[in-house]
């Protein structure tokens, strides 16, 4: 157990429709950062949050947009979904005191979207 | 780019026989990390190597970087069948880490 928390673990929606996916990190933990991953292929990086504030940005669509909030959890909101957002969803956290993040991620178990 | 490139993508051996993968990338790094994924869960950091180590042994694992070469290597020794998983390496460079495709892998019992 990696001490991330993903919710939900399994989402089934139709095309057009909005989700939030739900992350809260380990205790202490300040950066979130959210992956995609598509079937058989690596993590695109999506987007990074620091103690509430957005630190970086990857390859994450206008229609998507995440925060984090005061108690560190954060969410990622996916809208006007396509068949092509299918994917399994990851959150991760890291300790990253302020300093260039050179620790180890700390991954949940992911939320698998299904877009019909 | 910075994203590493994982090699080969798929690896079968047998129980017992030493696996080898490569992870290469383009531009310098603060250090390169590998992480191992079972089918549908999540990451497992496995180990980190700084840029200005060469060498690390964790168990089983044993990582080589040669940044002259911008190349990492992982070797799993005596593998197992529950060895059997996806293995990912990730560059770090400032506050941005990045993901290969990974190097599946499958260990015949």
């Known amino acids: 157990d990696s001490g991330v928390t993903q919710t939900p673990k399994h989402l089934i929606t139709a095309t057009g429709q909005r989700v939030t996916l739900r992350c809260s990190p380990r205790?202490?933990?300040?950066?979130v950062y959210w992956y995609q991953q598509s079937l058989d292929q690596g993590l695109q990086f999506l987007i990074q949050?620091?103690?509430?504030?957005?630190?970086a940005k990857g390859n994450i669509l206008e229609r998507f947009s995440a925060q984090q909030f005061p108690d560190l959890h954060s969410e990622l909101n996916l809208s006007s979904l396509e068949l092509g957002d299918s994917a399994l969803y990851f959150c991760?956290?890291?300790?990253?005191?302020?300093?260039?993040?050179?620790?180890?991620?700390?991954f949940g178990e992911g939320s698998r979207l299904t877009v019909l | 780019s910075q994203q590493g490139e994982e090699d080969p993508q798929a690896l079968s051996i047998q129980e017992g026989e030493n696996a080898t993968m490569n992870c290469s990338y383009k531009?310098?790094?603060?250090?390169l990390q590998w992480y191992r994924q079972n089918s549908g869960r999540g990451l497992v950091h496995l180990i980190l190597?700084?840029?200005?180590?060469r060498e690390k042994h964790s168990g089983r694992l044993r990582v080589t970087l040669d940044t002259s070469k911008k190349s990492s290597s992982l070797l799993i020794t005596a593998s197992r069948a529950a060895d059997t998983a996806s293995y990912f390496c990730?560059?770090?460079?400032?506050?941005?880490?990045?993901f290969g495709a990974g190097t599946r892998l499958t260990v015949k019992p």
């Open positions: 205790s202490g933990d300040l950066s």
């Open positions: 991760a956290s890291s300790l990253d005191r302020g300093r260039p993040n050179t620790g180890e991620l700390f």
């Open positions: 990730a560059t770090v460079r400032g506050n941005d880490m990045r």
């Open positions: 531009t310098s790094i603060n250090n």
């Open positions: 190597i700084r840029s200005n180590e």
């Open positions: 949050y620091y103690n509430g504030e957005e630190r």
